[in-house]
């Protein structure tokens, strides 16, 4: 199981991007959170099997059908396994 921080740059909010990421990384049945930050920028962290996560990091580079994702951070972590579900954070 693997562990990704990640930071979502571009027009990402307002385009429904926390609600698809939550829809998306849920039928992955990964686990985590979603949320938006001050800077304009989305934030998540998802946690899962690797080739699932992965998958969920493509997706993130596209996002929703009205985003326009101009950069992905991502940081790998070390797996803790703390969620039981995906969350969107406010």
């Not at 740059?9 to 979603?34: C, H």
């Not at 099997?49 to 009205?66: A, F, I, Y």
């Not at 994702?69 to 969107?88: C, H, L």
């Amino acid at each position: 199981m693997v562990r990704a921080h990640v930071i979502i740059d571009g027009r990402v909010q307002g385009v429904f991007f926390r609600y698809s990421t939550q829809q998306e990384a849920t039928s992955l049945g990964l686990k985590g959170w979603v949320k938006n930050r001050r800077d304009g920028q989305v934030e998540a962290v998802f946690e899962g099997d690797e080739p699932t996560v992965e998958k969920m990091l493509k997706w993130c580079h596209q996002g929703p059908p009205h985003a326009v994702v101009s950069k992905v951070d991502v940081t790998r972590e070390d797996y803790e396994g703390e969620f039981d579900r995906f969350d969107i954070r406010y």
